[in-house]
């Protein structure tokens, strides 16, 4: 059983997980601030969780769906993709059905504590549930028409700093959305990094990204203003948000493999999230 749930885990890319949990860290630590339940904070980032290894799970299910697949020395293969895409699928170690079977348990737990919070603090919860399940089903098809970043704006800015703000506290503020806008920015990176590592790949499968509108200087120099706006708004929360700069910027001129510059993307995010945590804080 154990063996089964971290095959799934791995499939859903749980190591993703960390851009999640130190977002919330953030929302969190400003709830509590103004009086929020820790209880009802820790249970909610356990739904979102789930949300998010959902959407991983999901988009695979599609991308393997509508993703043009050879057959080479009598192996499937996705020869216009990243290494490693949907390994599992390829190799016969589950199957479409079994996605969309672990998908759906996800899902039933994220809903199951949702139904909590309707309890707990009304339907009003409901409003960031639909929403929830809406990026979640629409994720992979909102990739395609160039609005992926739109999608993770949402979730990782209203949703994960307002929803969490509301269960914890019971109130809606806006300056929890306010507070989203630096951890957004750098959360967008890492979307942002993916997708232009992407570049080629997407422009042989004919899908069309946001990143795909430019040619790959421009997007290059996209991302820049990207980081650049992303350390002016943290910069209001903590002005030593800077001392990360030499990341961004081992990151910019980076020629590390996906992996490699995807963890680079990664790290910028949750340091940067730690410290507008302990700006909070403190």
Known sequence: MLAKILFWLNCSRAYTLPVTIFSWVIVCCYSIKHNGNIFYGLIAVLGVLLCHLATNLFDDYSDFKTLKRLTIDGKSTLPNTQEGKCTYLLDGSATTKDILRTVLIYLILAS???????????????????????????????????????????AYGPLLFGGTYFVMTGDISLNSFLLSIPSTIFTL??????????????????????????????????????????????????????????????????????????????????????????????
């Open 189 to 282: 990176n890492l979307i942002y990094t993916d997708t232009l590592m992407d570049y080629d790949i997407d422009k042989a499968e004919g899908k069309k990204t946001f990143v795909g509108m430019f040619d790959k200087q421009t997007a290059k120099y996209i991302q820049i203003g990207l980081l650049a706006l992303g350390y002016l708004s943290g910069f209001k929360i903590n002005p030593f948000i800077l001392l990360t700069t030499p990341l961004a910027v081992e990151l910019l001129l980076s020629n590390e493999k996906f992996r490699g510059k995807m963890a680079q993307a990664r790290n910028l995010m949750v340091y940067n999230s730690c410290l507008l945590a302990l700006a909070i804080i403190l």
């Open 112 to 154: 199951a504590i949702g139904l909590y919070f309707i309890h707990v603090r009304g339907f009003l919860t409901l409003l960031f549930m639909a929403f929830a399940g809406i990026i979640i089903l629409a994720y992979s098809y909102l990739s395609n028409i160039r609005l992926s970043e739109v999608a993770v704006a949402l």
